[in-house]
């Protein structure tokens, strides 16, 4: 049993890890390149924050 | 023993978690930020630069410029400008793969195992969640238009969207009229409360030009998460499918 993989054996705790990772990263991401304030990153995101809705300045 | 050496070799679980998760979102963010690239340079983006000539005073709302076409041709392409939007288009969608993964994975025993058509849903939800309901109160902002302070606007953002994401996970996965009571009250609160707002409007834009901005800028967050959903949706179904031939009987 301990060989089998994918969802259906995936216990809590081999859960926990990974979707701890991809939410942070998620969070991460966003809040840089949606909300950083910093100027060259503003200015190089400009566009995409309007586009998508992100409050930009 | 071919097949012996192959089970020793199997990653474990969590592993092959990481994998499936960190895979999946990279490889849905960006085929879904490369579309949300292209829809902006192609509807947003002359909106977009339409706009900047009445925010730099190119063009005049109501003034003595006002006889000057109303749809003047705008730069088909600037490579280092656009390139920067497609770059960060594909960075955002990757930042939205995994907040996307990380529910879906999440829900794992909730609901079936998502594949391709089942991921439209989740990006669906996905759009609710960051963009639509943000833009209930905060619209999507074309430039020279007149708001609030940004950190608020920020702060606001991300409080709408987090109560969003927990009302539509009770909607989706709890029964009883307490939790959706507690959803409506999560989906609805950030709005009564109201977004932050400028002190008097001063947008240079004409309303139609703005309206238009809001309209394509949501229409193109639409498409674009449901690819990311739809991509995310398909590549789970064939992990879970390999994952199920490859398992020892």
């Known amino acids: 049993m301990t060989a089998l993989t994918g969802s259906s054996a995936a216990t809590l705790s081999a859960k926990v890890g990974p979707i701890l990772l991809a939410a942070l990263l998620g969070i991460g991401i966003v809040a840089i390149a949606g909300h950083g304030q910093a100027h060259v990153l503003h200015d190089a995101a400009h566009d995409v924050r309007h586009a998508t809705g992100f409050p930009c300045h | ?249």
């Open chain 2, 1 to 249: 023993m071919p097949r012996m050496t192959y089970v020793m070799r199997r990653v474990s679980p969590a592993t092959d978690m990481y994998m499936k998760l960190i895979s999946s979102a990279l490889f849905a963010g960006g085929a879904a930020g490369l579309l949300a690239g292209l829809l902006q340079l192609l509807f947003v983006q002359p909106v977009l630069l339409h706009a900047e000539l009445y925010e730099v005073g190119t063009l005049v709302h109501f003034g003595a410029g006002a006889s000057a076409p109303a749809n003047p041709a705008v730069p088909v392409l600037e490579l280092t400008r656009d390139g920067l939007s497609l770059l960060f288009n594909i960075l955002i969608y990757c930042g939205y793969g995994f907040l996307l993964v990380a529910a879906m994975a999440l829900a794992e025993g909730r609901s079936t195992v998502p594949n391709g058509r089942t991921g439209i849903v989740w990006g669906i939800a996905g759009f609710v969640v960051v963009q639509m309901l943000p833009a209930f109160s905060l619209a999507p902002e074309v430039p020279g238009v007149a708001a609030g302070d940004v950190y608020d606007r920020q702060v606001w953002w991300g409080l709408t969207v987090a109560s969003a994401a927990v009302a539509l996970w009770l909607i989706a996965f709890s029964k009883g009229w307490t939790s959706w009571a507690a959803a409506a009250v999560l989906l609805f609160a950030p709005h009564l409360y109201g977004a932050p707002e400028p002190d008097y409007f001063a947008g240079t834009a004409p309303p139609e030009v703005a309206a238009l901005f809001a309209a394509r800028s949501l229409g193109s967050g639409f498409f674009a998460w449901s690819v990311l959903g739809c991509v995310i949706g398909f590549l789970w179904a064939r992990a879970e499918k390999a994952s199920q031939e490859q398992a020892p009987v």
